[in-house]
T-cell receptor, first 116, second 110 residues
């Protein structure tokens, strides 16, 4: 499968624990985006990363949330001290290196995070 | 004002009819627009992209963009029950992130 790979598909955490969500972009893609989707709502942008750089984190909550895309390995979205309101589907998308500004983003299957 | 707004749903059409989905945007700097289809519990799937004023056709799908009116639409001809899904309109704003509307839920009745 050469698509965007996210894991785990489902993640259950208790309040106060940490959640780590992983995303491997499509082969040849160097741009990664994270989105959150609350039940019955649209997709909300969180953060845009390239290798070792955070390009735009304007959609990230100021506290408890962080993201990285290291030189080696997948992109990680980390949520510390989770609360019930963090329950959502988290989608990762990737696009190719920007030769043009309008390369479509392709989405992974998402991680469904449930907080008990 | 929301950056991207979609016509309120849900939208219900009979099989074989044309489904019309509409979207307006507020950022005049947006250059690229995308329509994604999302089945319940699944990930968004890219079905159309449009960058220039006018129409773009791909099979039963036609995307229309009018930058002067800040309006994007998606027409689905000969609608099929398998087209029943939520359709998300996304506009590319500064820095390449996508801003999505709330989605329009389409039901095609056999």
């Amino acid at each position: 499968n050469a698509g965007v790979m996210q894991n785990p598909r489902h993640l259950v955490r208790r309040r106060g624990q940490e959640a780590r969500l992983r995303c491997s972009p499509m082969k040849g893609h160097s741009h990664v985006y994270w989105y959150r989707q609350l039940p019955e709502e649209g997709l909300k942008f969180m953060v845009y990363l390239q290798k070792e750089n955070i390009i735009d984190e304007s959609g990230m909550p100021k506290e408890r949330f962080s993201a990285e895309f290291p030189k080696e390995g997948p992109s990680i979205l980390r949520i510390q001290q989770v609360v019930r309101g963090d329950s959502a589907a988290y989608f990762c998308a990737s696009s190719p290196k920007q030769g043009r500004a309008n390369q479509p983003q392709h989405f992974g299957d998402g991680t469904r995070l449930s907080i008990l | 004002q929301k950056e991207v707004e979609q016509n309120s749903g849900p939208l219900s059409v009979p099989e074989g009819a044309i489904a019309s989905l509409n979207c307006t945007y507020s950022d005049r700097g947006s250059q690229s627009f995308f329509w994604y289809r999302q089945y319940s519990g699944k990930s968004p799937e890219l079905i159309m992209s449009i960058y220039s004023n006018g129409d773009k056709e791909d099979g039963r799908f036609t995307a229309q963009l009018n930058k002067a009116s800040q309006y994007v639409s998606l027409l689905i001809r000969d609608s099929q029950p398998s087209d029943s899904a939520t359709y998300l309109c996304g506009g590319e704003t500064s820095g390449s992130r996508l801003t999505f509307g709330e989605g329009t839920q389409l039901t095609v009745n056999p």
